[in-house]
């Protein structure tokens, strides 16, 4: 899994000592460790194309574990995925709070928004398919409906961003252009991120962006 930056050279998140460490005899995992290894290879096993609903019985597989043992950390699938959507949250929350409180441009800041949420994306293919619900189709409806919440929230910080941009430029309608503006770049994001599930990961969501952005939120 990947954290998104607004810089291009985002970082890895460090895979656990358990998985990077090739040991004959199996060490116990240290508290936590173990699941966040559980939720980095559910989000590897994600990232492959076409993939179709992922069952704990081939979870547990992967790991060379029993499906008990992946209860003893998630009391259900369900609880798995929220890890998931946890991870995409903290990541995306943080580098918008980041955004507000560096970037004093309205404009600027909700063309970086949008380009850290189709970059994140485009790191972490597996995320994707949580972000645009294709990996949540057959599981727990709370999940789509935290996603559903997700991007609310985003839309909620481009309506801020681009009222403030209204009100710079003068507008008579500041809130009803950034309510327009924030809906279409919304519209935008979700757009790309499922072009670029739906074709394999082969779409890359960051296609043309500059272009792109300043024909939405120029």
Do not use: C, W
Not at 104 to 112: H, I, R, Y
Not at 125 to 134: A, F, I, L, N, S
């Amino acid at each position: 899994m990947h954290a998104a930056t607004p810089a291009e050279d985002t970082p890895d998140v460090a895979p656990s000592e358990a998985a990077a460490t090739a040991a004959p005899a199996r060490k116990r995992p240290r508290p936590g460790e173990r699941r966040v290894q559980i939720l980095q290879t559910l989000a590897g096993m994600l990232e492959q194309p076409g993939s179709e609903r992922i069952t704990t019985a081939a979870l547990a597989a992967k790991l060379e574990v029993s499906e008990a043992a992946l209860y003893r950390h998630f009391a259900s699938k369900a609880q798995m995925f929220e890890g998931l959507i946890e991870f995409i949250e903290s990541s995306i929350f943080t580098l918008v709070n980041q955004i507000a409180e560096r970037e004093g441009s309205g404009l600027a800041q909700a063309q970086k928004i949008v380009a850290v949420l189709l970059q994140f994306g485009e790191r972490n293919p597996g995320m994707t398919r949580v972000m645009v619900g294709d990996a949540l189709v057959y599981e727990n409806e709370r999940l789509v409906a935290r996603m559903n919440q997700f991007f609310d929230r985003i839309e909620a910080s481009l309506r801020q961003a681009l009222r403030q941009a209204a009100e710079a430029s003068g507008s008579a309608t500041p809130t009803v252009e950034a309510n327009a503006q924030a809906s279409v770049l919304i519209s935008f994001v979700i757009g790309r991120l499922q072009r670029y599930a739906r074709s394999g990961f082969k779409r890359l969501p960051s296609e043309q962006l500059e272009a792109a952005l300043r024909m939405l939120a120029g």
